[in-house]
């Protein structure tokens, strides 16, 4: 997939500074995890680098290629939401390959990714249902088929797994982390819970106020924490 770059960005709302002076390299095939309480500026960093919020200051690299002021569309970059962002109306099949039919591809092609997507996901026997007639995990991997059919540059995740209850996501952080290293995928994964982070990042970046406290594999962050404020948002409970 591809190298993606943050470069000395800010985000300002009118008065209200929510980013400051980021800077992360997330590299081909890695995993990385930005985690920090609510109202970090977490899900704004992650709408800036998919190109849905626009920058106050700084640059958005994809590979070698600056993407901050390229539209949404053309950044390749796939957005996964909670499971509950999928179309009610539409049946599994075409939930995965609406983002197919908005580029207007030909029904075939729409059909044969949409197959591989759900073989890979293990939806192959649903693709007919509603969502409705889906459990909560069978929902969550048609949100990710939607985001693999676009075979995008990197999957940006944000909070997937919130809206599912405690089990399923124990079990879901397993096949998104699967999912990813078949893939050989380059993943950006937003949450707020630290146990997440820490079962399925390669490196975590650790956020607060606007700022980045610390940057680590989930070991170094436990072993050796920078200051009060990570050694204690990583050891509380959930
Ligand atoms: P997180 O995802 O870490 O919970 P957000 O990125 O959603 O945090 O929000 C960070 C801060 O920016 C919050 O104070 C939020 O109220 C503010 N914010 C987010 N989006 C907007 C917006 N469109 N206009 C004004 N303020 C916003
Ligand atoms: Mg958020």
């Known amino acids: 997939m591809a190298k993606i770059t943050i470069k000395n960005l800010s985000k300002n709302f009118g008065l209200l500074k929510v980013l400051n002076n980021i800077d992360i390299t997330v590299q081909d095939k890695e995993f990385v995890a930005l985690v920090g309480p609510s109202g970090c500026g977490k899900s704004t960093l992650l709408r800036m680098i998919a190109g849905l919020e626009t920058l106050s200051a700084g640059d958005i690299i994809v590979d070698d290629t600056v993407v901050t002021n390229t539209p949404a569309q053309r950044r390749d970059l796939a957005m996964v939401f909670q499971s509950y962002a999928l179309y009610p109306h539409l049946k599994v099949s075409e939930n995965i390959g609406f983002p197919l039919k908005m580029r207007g591809l030909p029904k075939a092609e729409i059909a044969e990714k949409v197959e591989n997507a759900a073989n890979i996901l293990k939806l192959a026997d649903y693709l007919d249902r509603l969502p409705k007639h889906l ?23 944000d909070e997937p797994l919130s809206n599912l209850d405690a ?50 594999t989930p070991m170094e962050l436990f072993d050796r924490p920078k200051n009060v404020f990570v050694a204690g948002f990583l050891g509380a409970p959930t």
Do not use: N
């Open 167 to 216: 089990k399923l996501r124990i079990h879901m952080r397993s096949e998104i982390r699967g999912l990813h290293d078949e893939l050989g995928a380059t993943s950006i994964y937003v949450t707020h819970d630290q146990v997440e982070a820490m079962t399925m990042a390669d490196r975590i970046v650790v956020m607060h106020g606007g700022i980045i406290e610390q940057v680590g």
């Open 135 to 157: 459990s909560g995990g069978q929902r969550q991997r048609v949100a990710m088929g939607r985001a693999i059919v676009r075979s995008p540059k990197a999957f940006l995740f």
